[in-house]
């Protein structure tokens, strides 16, 4: 099955500072990404889809200005969490769509702890 | 809009006996439904889809899923549980006809007795 990858698996950052998670298609072309937030214990929950070599598209309630979505090619998009608060901390997960395929394959995640 | 309830945040049931894991949706169309389990440290994996094919969908693992539209339900069952099965179970429904913007429910976690 295709194959999603996410780097770093897993972050502790000072509150102020940003924090960079990318997220790779190892053997697929993927047209379409999206990243989600997994608070303990709870439901994922999709904060933006984007198209490679488009602008993202985010969720209502989603600050774009704070999460920042790049999907420069068919392989990698990343999100920046910019000016992490402690309130960002979560799990971060992302997923993957090529062409013509209607599944979405995950990555394994990203745990981000904000001091 | 559409939406998922999984009725169990937590199901737990003897190694070698059945597993049901139940979920009920919500939805103005004929909805696309999925379920996903989740181990630990690793990528949500797709265990089943239903599709408007066919009501009974057989997945991996020796999951299946009926589709009931009369009871707006898309249970999960197996009919022997294996300790490798415990993980967290999510039922979700694409909440854009045609689309893949996916709506998932609460979680299920499954624990399995020796």
């Known amino acids: 099955g295709a194959v999603v990858s996410q780097h770093p698996s897993w972050v502790i950052c000072k509150s102020g500072t940003s924090v960079k998670i990318e997220c790779r298609s190892l053997d697929f072309q993927a047209t379409t990404m999206f990243w989600y937030r997994q608070f303990p214990k709870q439901s994922l929950m999709l904060m933006a889809t984007?198209?490679?070599?488009?602008?993202?598209?985010?969720e209502q309630g989603v600050e774009k200005d704070k999460f920042l979505i790049n999907h420069a090619s068919l392989t990698l998009s990343t999100l920046t969490v910019t000016s992490a608060h402690p309130e960002d901390s979560s799990f971060y997960i992302c997923s993957a769509r090529g062409r013509g395929n209607d599944e979405q394959f995950f990555g394994p995640g990203t745990r981000l702890t904000v001091l | 809009a559409q939406s998922v309830t999984q009725l169990d945040s937590h199901v737990s049931v003897s190694e070698g006996t059945p597993v049901l894991l139940r979920c009920n949706y919500s939805s103005s169309y004929s909805p696309s439904l999925f379920w996903y389990v989740q181990h630990p440290n690793k990528g949500l994996q797709l265990l089943l889809k239903y599709t408007s094919a066919a009501t009974l969908v057989k997945g991996i693992n020796g999951f299946e899923a009926e589709f009931k539209k009369s009871e707006t339900s898309f249970h999960l069952t197996k009919p022997s549980a294996h300790m490798s099965d415990a993980a967290e179970y999510f039922c979700?429904?694409?909440?854009?006809?045609?689309?893949?913007?996916?709506?998932f429910g609460q979680g299920t976690r499954l624990t399995i007795n020796p």
């Open positions: 979700v429904v694409s909440a854009v006809q045609g689309a893949q913007k996916l709506v």
């Open positions: 984007s198209n490679e070599g488009s602008k993202a598209t985010y």
